[in-house]
């Protein structure tokens, strides 16, 4: 018998999806959703409440003090490449598929972490996307807050080691952006940064 947890994660995630349904229209629901996204003017907002509580919930997130929910929007593609005025061959010439060195979602956390500068970021989530933007949740943590100094799960934040930790790129977006969750034949030159290896790291 599913939990109600897995219920709730099942719903969201058909609501994402658009899926149709006899008794609820989630591709309905979901546009909904991104035109209240819309409607605010800020890139960066406090928000009272997760939007997906499964999946916050397995990032870490708790109701309780010390803790809060900033949703981010930002930019989608890979920025703006603009065409090089000298010589080039001409497969060097393009502007198309070049990417950032670090995803978006780790753009979302650097921004919300400078726009909370007493909060350290514990992990985020996608929540929507449109043509334009796409839409972060991020989960903040106050490490002076003595609710969190008493939680075993979470007081390892307080450490003075996990400092800027979006900064320094050990989010777990950030790592992915790095190329650390894979290991094995063809990544020797991964580790131990971005920069090592005369940028031959992915």
Not at 123 to 145: M, Q, R, T
Not at 170 to 198: C, Y
Request: glycine content about 8%.
């Amino acid at each position: 018998m599913p939990s109600a947890n897995q219920w709730l994660s099942q719903t969201l995630q058909s609501v994402a999806k658009g899926t149709k349904d006899e008794q609820y229209d989630y591709g309905q629901l979901y546009r909904d959703r991104l035109i209240e996204f819309r409607k605010s003017k800020k890139a960066v907002e406090r928000v009272e409440r997760p939007t997906n509580l499964s999946r916050a919930k397995s990032l870490g997130y708790k109701a309780k003090k010390g803790i809060l929910i900033v949703r981010v929007r930002i930019r989608k593609g890979s920025g703006l490449h603009r065409r090089p005025y000298n010589g080039r061959k001409p497969k060097r010439m393009g502007v198309n598929k070049l990417t950032r060195k670090q995803n978006i979602q780790s753009m979302a956390e650097k921004r919300a972490q400078a726009r909370f500068i007493n909060c350290e970021v514990l992990n985020s989530y996608w929540v929507g996307e449109d043509g334009h933007d796409k839409y972060f949740e991020v989960i903040l943590v106050d490490p002076s807050a003595p609710e969190i100094l008493s939680d075993k799960q979470l007081s390892w934040i307080a450490d003075p080691t996990n400092r800027k930790r979006t900064s320094r790129g050990l989010t777990s977006a950030a790592k992915k952006a790095r190329g650390l969750r894979h290991k094995g034949f063809g990544t020797e030159k991964v580790r131990p940064s971005v920069r090592a290896n005369i940028g031959k790291t992915k």
